[in-house]
């Protein structure tokens, strides 16, 4: 797990690391600025003529002690100042200084054309305005130049909170940023403005966190560890029974794709509860899975159905009409076990959203963009200005687990929030969410902690597309290519 920051976190870990820790400002500043200048001259880049573009804030003091250590390196470079002197913060002015008695080139007019490499160190991690004016007029410019751009610490009119475009922004190759990732630079758009970014250690630990530690975060590889155990000395019910209620006529794949999925995250397990139409389609596609088939008509009594499972998943597939409603509700009613509603059991819940108040057992959703904008009526542009707080907001209030499915799917049980940073646009397929609804009620099934079981599920979803688009390419993708990759992330997460 590592943390994302908002502005506001990232300016506090500066602030304790210089004032109670004593790391002077400048100190913290020549390191970033070694950080950038390393990336500029590490070969990908064509140092031939380099512009350091730099504000009046700390920001363009990094720019400027890049500057300098480049032209130390005997690149040549020349130095655009675009800030005000009035408003130059202290360590900035410094830097300026330093540079004017080194007799560091600075121009003020430029062809942008003319260089091979552009170093963006207007505005920081602090923007809160929107970019206007000359500001703009000289983005709009940088990012018509022919050579590459490195931006320092966000590309400038980036959000560092929601990776919103302020006004303009800097579209980079690379972000060299420094200490922690930020929430702006994995969200999107900001994510496509960042190009690669790299995030370097300049001493800001977090230990600077000083206990308050950001809500925000993301999994790695080595996250893998709290996957459930295997015993040698186990059977198949050891490893959960997992049920799925899903599929409808000419809508069985749903149903399928799920059922394995629930497999091959390792349940024991699997049962799917299905329209008598699919039972000859699942029992040929999976015949490792428990089959029980209703036909539309009829209201599910078995009080079984409710006991049987240790995790139940509904929607993918499922339906909005006739029987459906009273088969949730009656899951809603009477499970205890942890329940999983995607796809069309959020159809369902629309316009009737309280009823998710009433339910006995823990409960995680799965909604994209478009199914959250029907559940809670906020358009769906204001979600996607801010996926993590929708999502926490959500989780919170109806005291689920909420996984907001989106390029940047994000997690959140209403108080921390996962981005999950894995994952394809060859994802973008029908029956990708049917996947991940199985591997996320497989790993509930064998024991997992809901809002555990929902980040690693998301993870190991995305690990398995980009597996499969590797092996096949992004665009000749199917659903059913992730279910093959799965247990090999699998393998390769007990090997980390």
């Given at each position: 797990?590592?943390?994302?920051v908002?502005?506001?976190?990232?300016?506090?870990?500066?602030?304790?690391?210089?004032?109670?820790?004593?790391?002077?400002?400048?100190?913290l500043?020549?390191?970033?600025?070694?950080?950038?200048?390393d990336?500029?001259?590490?070969?990908?880049?064509?140092?031939?003529?380099?512009?350091?573009?730099?504000?009046?804030?700390?920001?363009?003091?990094?720019?400027?002690?890049?500057a300098?250590?480049?032209?130390?390196?005997?690149?040549?470079?020349?130095v655009?100042f675009?800030?005000?002197e009035?408003?130059?913060?202290?360590?900035?002015?410094?830097?300026?200084?330093?540079?004017?008695?080194?007799?560091?080139n600075?121009?003020?007019?430029?062809?942008?054309h003319?260089?091979?490499?552009?170093?963006?160190?207007?505005?920081?991690?602090?923007?809160?305005?929107?970019?206007?004016?000359?500001?703009?007029?000289?983005?709009?410019?940088?990012?018509?130049?022919?050579?590459?751009?490195?931006?320092?610490?966000?590309?400038?009119?980036?959000?560092?909170?929601?990776?919103?475009?302020?006004?303009?922004?800097?579209?980079?190759?690379?972000?060299?940023?420094?200490?922690?990732?930020?929430?702006?630079?994995?969200?999107?758009?900001?994510?496509?403005?960042?190009?690669?970014?790299?995030?370097?250690?300049?001493?800001?630990?977090?230990?600077?966190?000083?206990?308050?530690?950001?809500r925000?975060?993301?999994?790695?590889?080595?996250?893998?560890?709290?996957?459930?155990?295997?015993?040698?000395?186990?059977?198949?019910?050891?490893?959960?029974?997992?049920?799925?209620?899903?599929?409808?006529?000419n809508?069985c794949?749903?149903?399928?794709?799920?059922?394995?999925?629930?497999?091959?995250?390792?349940?024991?397990?699997?049962?799917?509860?299905?329209?008598?139409?699919?039972?000859?389609?699942?029992?040929?596609?999976?015949?490792?899975?428990?089959?029980?088939?209703?036909?539309?008509?009829?209201?599910?009594?078995?009080?079984?159905?409710?006991?049987?499972?240790?995790?139940?998943?509904?929607?993918?597939?499922?339906g909005?009409?006739?029987?459906?409603?009273?088969?949730?509700?009656?899951?809603?009613?009477?499970?205890?076990?942890?329940?999983?509603?995607?796809?069309?059991?959020?159809?369902?819940?629309?316009?009737?959203?309280?009823?998710?108040?009433?339910?006995?057992?823990?409960?995680?959703?799965?909604?994209?963009v478009?199914?959250?904008?029907?559940?809670?009526?906020?358009?769906?542009?204001?979600?996607?200005?801010?996926?993590?707080?929708?999502?926490?907001?959500?989780?919170?209030?109806y005291?689920?687990?909420?996984?907001?499915?989106?390029t940047?799917?994000?997690?959140?049980?209403?108080?921390?929030?996962?981005?999950?940073?894995?994952?394809?646009?060859?994802?973008?397929?029908?029956?990708s969410?049917?996947?991940?609804?199985g591997?996320?009620?497989?790993?509930?099934?064998?024991?997992?902690?809901?809002?555990?079981?929902?980040?690693?599920?998301?993870?190991?979803?995305?690990?398995a597309?980009?597996?499969?688009?590797?092996?096949?390419?992004?665009?000749?993708?199917?659903?059913?290519?992730?279910?093959?990759?799965?247990?090999?992330?699998?393998?390769?997460?007990?090997?980390?």
């Open positions: 797990m590592k943390y994302l908002n502005a506001r976190e990232m300016q506090r870990c500066d602030r304790i690391t210089i004032e109670e820790y004593g790391v002077p400002g400048l100190v500043m020549e390191r970033a600025a070694l950080a950038v200048a990336s500029v001259m590490d070969g990908e880049f064509c140092t031939d003529k380099v512009l350091a573009v730099c504000g009046s804030g700390n920001n363009g003091g990094d720019g400027f002690a890049a300098r250590i480049l032209m130390e390196r005997n690149v040549e470079i020349a655009l675009v800030g005000k009035e408003s130059m913060s202290e360590a900035a002015r410094i830097q300026k200084k330093i540079c004017e008695n080194y007799g560091m600075f121009v003020s007019n430029i062809d942008v003319e260089y091979t490499c552009i170093v963006d160190a207007i505005f920081g991690v602090g923007l809160s305005r929107k970019v206007e004016g000359e500001y703009r007029t000289l983005i709009e410019q940088i990012n018509q130049a022919s050579g590459k751009v490195i931006a320092v610490d966000i590309p400038s009119g980036i959000s560092a909170d929601s990776g919103r475009v302020m006004g303009a922004a800097v579209c980079a190759d690379r972000t060299v940023t420094f200490g922690f990732a930020k929430l702006g630079q994995v969200l999107y758009p900001g994510a496509l403005y960042c190009g690669e970014t790299v995030v370097w250690d300049i001493g800001i630990t977090e230990k600077s966190f000083r206990g308050e530690l950001p925000a975060y993301y999994l790695g590889r080595e996250d893998m560890r709290c996957l459930p155990r295997r015993m040698r000395y186990s059977n198949k019910g050891t490893y959960g029974k997992a049920l799925l209620v899903a599929g409808q006529k809508m794949g749903a149903a399928y794709l799920a059922g394995e999925a629930a497999y091959r995250v390792g349940t024991g397990l699997v049962k799917i509860f299905t329209e008598e139409c699919n039972r000859v389609i699942v029992q040929e596609r999976l015949p490792e899975a428990l089959l029980s088939t209703y036909e539309v008509s009829e209201v599910l009594e078995e009080e079984n159905s409710f006991r049987w499972p240790t995790a139940a998943g509904i929607g993918p597939g499922f909005t009409g006739e029987g459906k409603w009273e088969i949730l509700c009656l899951f809603l009613e009477r499970c205890v076990c942890p329940l999983v509603l995607d796809a069309d059991a959020l159809n369902l819940l629309s316009g009737r959203i309280e009823t998710l108040r009433e339910r006995r057992a823990p409960v995680v959703v799965t909604p994209h478009g199914e959250m904008e029907r559940l809670t009526g906020i358009p769906k542009s204001t979600i996607l200005e801010d996926l993590p707080g929708t999502c926490r907001r959500f989780a919170e209030e005291r689920v687990v909420c996984v907001l499915k989106d940047r799917t994000v997690v959140s049980d209403g108080r921390e929030i996962c981005v999950n940073l894995t994952g394809t646009d060859g994802m973008a397929t029908g029956g969410g049917d996947v991940l609804t591997i996320l009620t497989g790993l509930l099934a064998q024991g997992m902690e809901p809002f555990a079981a929902a980040k690693l599920a998301v993870w190991i979803h995305g690990s597309g980009e597996l499969a688009s590797k092996r096949l390419g992004r665009r000749g993708m199917l659903a059913g290519d992730l279910l093959k990759e799965i247990p090999t992330v699998l393998l390769e997460g007990e090997n980390a």
